[in-house]
């Protein structure tokens, strides 16, 4: 209030430099005047009346418009006269410069309340660090006080352990010390001992000698007869020699116990070396094999091979015969470290299991718990499934076993008939086998034939040609001489004609009839009347005509069972 | 199994023959021999003074009776009664006589442990072996009786003598590493020596038959030592009992120990069965074990029938701590049996002297723990199969097989309180001995 007061005497005055001074005042102090406004934020009506009242009177209307005017400019606001120089007030201006001033004053308004909320904040901030700051300082005040309690303590417990070590070194001390007297009472004892029995010695020899003295006249021992040894010898004078047999059958027995005690060791050393052995397979098989764990491999890739080569020699029978140092030494090492390789097999399944259960599964052959649960289910399943098959099974067994004569007899049938259809086919298909064999033969045998009878012809061929040959050398050439080449065709001709022949039912009854009559032995007798029987016919007969040969054709060059098949 | 009935005894001097045939018993300064299986009166001897100590001889055709006050002995022969022999000592007094394994010499310990005399049977040879040990197991036989070991002390150090008892040669003679030599014993197969010292040191020296030492034990140094050592029958173990209550077990290959076998007051392990006497109120009319009722009656007014209840284990023993400043306290494993078939060794704590325990060789374990009423007199195993019989005092025997045990009382009236008692050689019978009667119990084989 006083400010303004001061402030509206100058403007009264209408003095361009108090104006100035107060304009360059106000600029100087606008937190006095903010803070003026915040003392003034409610003021009643009737102090803005006159407050207001107080700045513009009747008399300075001009100066304080054009003071006011001045200040808008100043603050960039246009100019609330009409024109540059003229005393009108342009309404509308000053109802915009008000307007502006209303908003302006409201934005001011505002930042101030947020100024004013965040002073308050900090103050409470403040209030609330300097409370912690007051705790913690109480705080800091009590550990500092336990601190020093405690390190009373521990001095306390500190020199009662002290007084118990010292404690302790006295009993001990004490207990050496006793040790000491007894030990030195001991020996006391002992070289009072040894008087005494000095002493005592003394007497019993002087006793000794003075029983020995007073011998009695009898003799000693009264014997009715003297009773002969135990074992029927007699007594032997001592000599050297007995001396030295006795050495010897003490030595004698003692060689005898200790071989005795050796080969029990003997034994015990060959078990234990059986069941090392045993140990040894036994943990090689429930090692895993190298080619499924190449971790492992990489690991203990040296070892696993040392292994194969320890494996390798000392699987051997008479490596473990052999009981020098050396080789004991590799057994035990080599079984040492399959041990310890199988501890370490079952750690890391111990470890994979338990990592596994929860489901961080890196290795791919190994199962976490709930494919292992599936598994287990799946076999279960495979089990009872089994199972009820086998129930089955059994009471169609116990049907087949217990059930009336009717259904027995029926059931037989049905197998029997079952049989009887499965023979059919067998038969069947043997039928057709030996059909079929019997063609590859007819086959095979008329290609021999045919062999066999180019064979003769070429042989009678070769006879001709020779007796042409002949005829030539001795001069007359006949026109029923064929040349050679024609002879073969003749003589193909000549086959034919005899194939020909061969397959006419007469010459097979003829034949058949003379096998019959001799059937083992057909082929001796039977070759001889058939080549003129065949001759024969050729010369009578003249068709040709094609035919396959003849089935019976080959018992000329084929065995005889062939032809009894026919 | 069947009871003989009481007959007059003296001195606990029952025996059986080596041979089993016959029993010996002795009734003041009269010798009895029996027949082991009918009790028959075989033959009668009289000898002039009270029979102090009887032995057979190995072949069981003579008898040693020892009268030590007049310093007699005299042997009697089974084959022909009119044979007599007596020796005198005279005025070397007599303090210990026993046979030599050949059954033809008797070796005589004189009085004051002067010197031991060898007599002769066969001859009229006399040896003498001077500066005998005064010591409780001085003089020692090997089984097949061809060694014999003498404990000797000269110049206040101990010696061992082996001699040979075809011919009384001395083979070896050395001294032991010993304050005071208490006792020395061999190996059953005859080839190790075990010697041990007074029980104011432990120590335990191994010999061999010639002579060298294979091995010394010490368990400790100040308490007081051995008190009792056995030796199984294969050689391979001995067991030493001493004074802390431990039994501690040598292997015959190192020599080294093999378990320390302890006995606690209180049982704690689950394998061990505890066999505890009880008594049972005497009842009347109700089953006895084989014989006849009449006496059933006048026995059930006298004496009180116990039998054997499993107690659930932990079990708490009856634990004796002794006066501490007697001499040769009753601490400590006193007695030690191997069984024959080397399965069980049979134990007895002195702190807990109404208890046998019983271990498991095989297993080294404690198998079972038999509690009685009273104190253990003696305890012997079956020479041929795993059974011990135990007496307490009682007139009870007590017989113990893996397959179980049984209390057995004796018919008889009046007080029979069994002191001591010994196996026949088959295993069949044991005579039970008490101060002034014995009586012989037969078993049956199949049972327990």
């Known amino acids: 209030m006083g400010d303004w007061k001061t402030i509206t005497v100058p403007v009264l005055s209408s003095d361009s430099k108090n104006i100035l001074s107060y304009t360059s005042e106000r600029k100087r102090s606008p937190t006095s005047m903010n803070s003026q406004v915040l003392r003034l934020s409610l003021p009643s009506c009737k102090n803005m009346h006159s407050f207001f009242s107080a700045f513009c009177t009747e008399e300075n209307l001009d100066q304080s418009i054009a003071y006011i005017d001045r200040e808008l400019t100043t603050l960039g606001f246009p100019s609330i006269y009409a024109e540059s120089k003229g005393k009108e007030i342009n309404l509308v201006s000053v109802i915009n410069c008000m307007n502006e001033l209303l908003v302006l004053q409201h934005k001011n308004l505002r930042a101030q309340e947020e100024v004013e909320m965040q002073h308050l904040k900090l103050g409470s901030d403040m209030d609330h660090l300097q409370n912690c700051y007051a705790k913690l300082k109480e705080q800091l005040e009590l550990s500092k006080r336990e601190i ?6 521990d001095r306390q417990l500190q020199s009662k352990n002290r007084n118990l070590h010292q404690l302790l070194k006295n009993e001990k001390d004490e207990v050496q010390k006793l040790q000491n007297i007894i030990s030195s009472r001991a020996t006391q004892y002992n070289h009072d001992m040894k008087r005494k029995e000095r002493e005592y010695n003394k007497l019993k020899e002087r006793l000794h000698q003075l029983v020995m003295n007073k011998k009695d006249k009898k003799l000693a021992m009264e014997v009715l007869n003297y009773v002969g040894r135990a074992d029927g010898k007699r007594g ?44 040894k397979k036994d943990i090689i098989s429930l090692l895993p094999p190298q080619k499924q764990k190449p971790k492992e491999r990489c690991e203990d890739g040296v070892v696993l091979s040392d292994q194969e080569e320890d494996i390798g020699e000392l699987n051997k029978e008479n490596m473990w015969e052999m009981s020098c140092e050396t080789v004991r030494e590799q057994l035990t090492n080599s079984i040492r470290k399959q041990w310890r390789m199988l501890k370490n097999h079952v750690e890391k399944l111990d470890n994979q299991v338990s990592r596994g259960h929860s489901g961080a599964l890196n290795e791919k052959d190994v199962i976490s718990r709930e494919d292992h649960e ?108 064929v040349t050679t080449p024609s002879a073969f065709l003749k003589s193909k001709y000549l086959v034919q004609i005899m194939l020909l022949h061969n397959s006419d039912p007469d010459i097979r009854s003829v034949r058949s009839a003379s096998r019959q009559r001799k059937p083992p032995s057909v082929s001796s007798p039977a070759v001889s009347p058939e080549p003129c029987l065949i001759s024969q016919y050729i010369t009578q007969n003249s068709v040709a005509s094609e035919k396959p040969a003849a089935e019976n054709m080959p018992y000329l060059w084929v065995e005889s069972d062939k032809e009894e098949t026919e | 199994m069947d009871f003989s009935e009481l007959f007059k005894l003296s001195g606990l001097l029952g025996r059986f023959s080596p041979d089993g045939k016959c029993l010996a018993s002795c009734v003041q300064h009269r010798l009895v021999v029996r027949d082991a299986s009918s009790l028959q009166i075989l033959q009668l001897y009289t000898c002039l003074d009270q029979i102090q100590y009887i032995e057979w001889s190995s072949d069981s055709l003579f008898i040693l009776c020892a009268m030590y006050k007049r ?17 005198d000592e005279g005025s070397a007094g007599l303090v210990a006589s026993c046979w030599s394994p050949d059954g033809r010499h008797i070796l005589n310990t004189t009085e004051f442990h002067l010197r031991i005399t060898v007599w002769s049977l066969c001859t009229k040879s006399v040896s003498y072996i001077k500066y005998p040990k005064a010591c409780q197991q001085g003089v020692a036989f090997t089984k097949d009786g061809r060694y014999m070991a003498v404990a000797e002390r000269r110049d206040c150090k101990d010696f061992i003598s082996i001699f040979v008892c075809n011919n009384w040669q001395l083979l070896r003679h050395f001294d032991t590493e010993t304050q005071d030599l208490f006792g020395i014993e061999w190996a059953p197969n005859g080839c190790v020596l075990a010697a041990w010292d007074t029980c104011l040191e432990y120590k335990v020296l191994l010999y061999s038959l010639d002579g060298r030492l294979l091995s010394s034990y010490r368990a400790y140094e100040w308490p007081l030592g051995v008190k009792s050592i056995a030796w199984s029958p294969s050689s391979q173990f001995l067991a030493i009992g001493s004074f802390d209550e431990k039994v501690r077990i040598l292997n015959h290959v190192t020599w080294k120990k ?43 007014l006298f004496s009180t029938q116990s039998k054997y ?67 253990i007199q003696c305890f012997q195993w079956d020479p041929c199969q795993s059974r011990l ?49 014995f009586c012989v119990c037969y078993l049956e084989r199949e049972k327990v």
Not at chain 1, 404 to 409: F, I, K, V
Not at chain 2, 322 to 334: C, I, L, Q, S
């Open chain 2, 71 to 87: 310093g007699i002995v005299q042997v009697w022969s089974l084959e022909q009664p009119d044979w007599h022999c007596k020796i």
């Open chain 2, 309 to 375: 209840e499993i107690s659930q284990v932990p079990v708490s023993l009856q634990y004796i701590k002794p006066v501490a400043d007697r001499a040769n306290p009753k601490v400590g494993v006193g007695m030690l049996a191997f069984s024959a078939d080397n399965c069980f060794l049979a134990t007895k704590n002195d702190n807990i002297p109404s208890a046998v325990w019983i271990w498991d060789i095989r297993k080294l374990k404690l198998s079972v723990v038999l509690e009685q009423l009273c104190t």
């Open chain 1, 148 to 153: 020093v309690g405690l390190q009373e303590r």
């Open chain 1, 236 to 279: 032997a004078w001592r000599t050297d020699k007995t001396e030295a047999r006795n050495e010897e059958e003490m030595y004698k027995v003692l060689l005898s116990d200790y071989e005795q005690r050796q080969k029990q060791l003997l034994l015990a050393n060959a078990e234990l070396k059986k069941v090392l052995q045993q140990m």
């Open chain 2, 389 to 437: 019989a135990v007496c307490t005092g009682s007139s009870r025997v007590y017989l113990w097989s893996p397959a179980g045990c049984v209390v057995v009382q004796v018919p008889g009236e009046g007080d029979f309180q069994i002191m001591s008692l010994s196996w026949h050689s088959s295993g069949n019978s044991m005579v039970l001995l008490s101060k002034d009667h």
């Open chain 1, 374 to 481: 599936l598994e287990t289910e799946r076999l279960e399943s495979e089990i009872q499934q089994c199972k009820e098959m086998i129930k089955t099974q059994q009471q169609l067994l116990q049907q087949q076993l217990t059930c009336d004569d009717d259904t027995t007899l029926l059931l037989q049938d049905c197998y029997l008939l079952e049989e009887r259809e499965r023979l059919e086919e067998e038969w069947r298909l043997f039928r057709e086998q030996k059909k079929n064999f019997e063609k590859e033969r007819k086959s095979f045998t008329e290609a021999a034939i045919r062999l066999g009878l180019e064979r003769k012809a070429f042989e009678e061929d070769r006879g001709t040609w020779l007796k042409q040959q002949f005829l030539s050398m001795t001069g007359d050439c006949k026109s029923e001489i």
């Open chain 2, 258 to 300: 093999i378990t320390e076998l302890d006995h606690p007051a209180t049982i704690a392990s689950k394998k061990t069965i505890v066999y505890k006497e009880v008594e049972k109120s005497p009842t009347v009319g109700t089953e006895r074990l084989s014989f006849p009722p009449t006496r059933a009656l006048a026995s059930s």
